[in-house]
T-cell receptor, first 114, second 110 residues
Framework: DSGVTQTPKHLITATGQRVTLRCSPR?????VYWYQQSLDQGLQFLIQ???????AKGNILERFSAQQFPDLHSELNLSSLELGDSALYFC?????????????FGNGTRLTVT | GEDVEQSLFLSVREGDSSVINCTYT??????LYWYKQEPGAGLQLLTY?????DMKQDQRLTVLLNKKDKHLSLRIADTQTGDSAIYFC??????????FGQGTTLQVKP
């Protein structure tokens, strides 16, 4: 168990809808990262937050947004969903803002858009 | 740009050693990582090596780093059927994010 908790485990929704994925980092970790894993794109970095502030941005679509709350949990919001958004979404956490400590991943949320 | 390459598939017999290879492009990488993903599960951190090290051993796992050639390998000694999974190599570039390879599927035959 990595200590990173993601909910829900599975999500099935229709095109055009909006969903929210939630992540609780390991105790003591201040950074939260979001990754998307799909068959054709592999593991893609979406966004990172450190202590409530956006730290780094990757291949995140404008339809997607995220935030990190004062209690350090994070939410990834996906809107106007398309079939191609079906993927496994991972959250990871680490102690610091940079790459000086390893990332620990949650078990992911599997999103299916029908 | 940053890129990480791995072979897609490796098949070994139970009890043999497995060697999974990875090449990366970002010479400024501070850490290099190996993650394991079993079917339907998340990414489990296996081990990592700091860029100023050549080798790191952790029980059955040995990581070798050739910084000159930007080549990283993971050796699993006495491979077991429970080691069957997808193994991801990742580098920490200077952009504050982990860049992953495509993953190597390890198949262990009894």
């Amino acid at each position: 168990d990595s200590g990173v908790t993601q909910t829900p485990k599975h999500l099935i929704t229709a095109t055009g809808q909006r969903v929210t994925l939630r992540c609780s980092p390991r105790s003591g970790d201040l950074s939260v990262y979001w990754y998307q894993q799909s068959l054709d794109q592999g593991l893609q970095f979406l966004i990172q937050y450190y202590n409530g502030e956006e730290r780094a941005k990757g291949n995140i679509l404008e339809r997607f947004s995220a935030q990190q709350f004062p209690d350090l949990h994070s939410e990834l919001n996906l809107s106007s969903l398309e079939l191609g958004d079906s993927a496994l979404y991972f959250c990871a956490s680490s102690v610091g803002p940079g790459m000086s400590s390893p990332l620990h991943f949650g078990n992911g949320t599997r999103l299916t858009v029908t | 740009g940053e890129d990480v390459e791995q072979s897609l598939f490796l098949s070994v017999r139970e009890g043999d050693s497995s060697v999974i290879n990875c090449t990366y492009t970002d010479s400024s990488s501070t850490y290099l990582y190996w993650y394991k993903q079993e079917p339907g599960a998340g990414l489990q951190l296996l081990t990592y090596i700091f860029s100023n090290m050549d080798m790191k051993q952790d029980q059955r796992l040995t990581v070798l780093l050739n910084k000159k050639d930007k080549h990283l390998s993971l050796r699993i000694a006495d491979t077991q059927t429970g080691d069957s999974a997808i193994y991801f190599c990742a580098e920490s570039g200077n952009t504050g994010k982990l860049i992953f390879g495509q993953g190597t599927t390890l198949q262990v035959k009894p």
